[in-house]
């Protein structure tokens, strides 16, 4: 069965700071993963996106990385402002079969100032 | 804003009521999906709408019923519903009709409760 795990559920730091999120899958075959951005009452907004060939990926303060060997990737926010306290959504899509995405449950961020 | 307008953002609803939820994409997108949103549970995909027709249904139950009369409008017609279908519904819209290849844009969600 194909699912995604985030790690941690939920964290909290202070502003200026460094954070790593994780996302861990077994679906496959691999097609693509995503990182999404939703902030409390919106919807979400896609931050990256990675292939199988593509390890990382950066858009701003947000960096991407990705392992497709041992089926991890991260997403790094580098010198955290209050705007980042949102829930980051990992999801990852087949190449075969279901080609309905598998959706991660987030990481809730809360950055205190 | 990302282009995707839904209404209402709440509602509030008895079992026996029937309400529509609306959604309009000002993208010139030809795909639109519903998805819902439960606390502390990853997003489900409702609905898929590919040049208006119908292109997924996963599982989800009928007192759920979408429309999609063109292209940029989405409605989800609701009857019926219990309790635990309180949840964020929202709707995107995407450039093709993928959604594991292509990028989706979220609206705000409707935040409905079941009572």
């Known amino acids: 069965k194909n699912q995604v795990e985030q790690s941690p559920q939920s964290l909290i730091i202070l502003e200026g700071k460094n954070c790593t999120l994780q996302?861990?899958?077994?679906?496959?075959?691999?097609?693509?993963l995503r990182w999404y951005k939703q902030d409390t009452g919106r919807g979400p907004v896609s931050l990256t996106i990675?292939?199988?060939?593509?390890n990382t990926k950066s858009n701003g303060r947000y960096t991407a990385t990705l392992d497709a060997d041992t089926k991890q990737s991260s997403l790094h926010i580098t010198a955290s402002q209050l705007s980042d306290s949102a829930s980051y959504i990992c999801?990852?899509?087949?190449?075969?079969?279901?080609?309905?995405?598998?959706f991660g449950r987030g990481t809730s961020l809360i950055v205190h100032p | 804003e990302t282009g995707v307008t839904q209404t209402p953002r709440h509602l509030v609803m008895g079992m026996t009521n029937k309400k529509s939820l609306k959604c309009e994409q000002h993208?010139?997108?030809?795909?639109m999906y519903w998805y819902k949103q439960s606390a502390k549970k990853p997003l489900e995909l409702m609905f898929v709408?590919?040049?208006?027709?119908?292109?997924e249904n996963n599982s989800v139950p009928s007192r759920f019923s979408p429309e999609c009369p063109n292209s940029s409008h989405l409605f989800l017609h609701l009857h019926t519903l219990q309790p635990e279908d309180s949840a964020l519904y929202l709707c995107?819209?995407?450039?093709?009709?993928?959604?594991?290849?292509?990028?989706?844009?979220f609206g705000p969600g409707t935040r409905l409760t079941v009572l």
């Open positions: 995107a819209s995407s450039q093709g009709g993928s959604p594991r290849r292509d990028t989706q844009y």
């Open positions: 996302c861990n899958y077994t679906v496959s075959p691999f097609s693509n």
């Open positions: 990675m292939t199988f060939s593509e």
């Open positions: 999801v990852v899509s087949a190449s075969g079969g279901s080609y309905i995405p598998t």
């Open positions: 993208l010139g997108h030809n795909a």
């Open positions: 709408y590919s040049l208006e027709e119908r292109v």
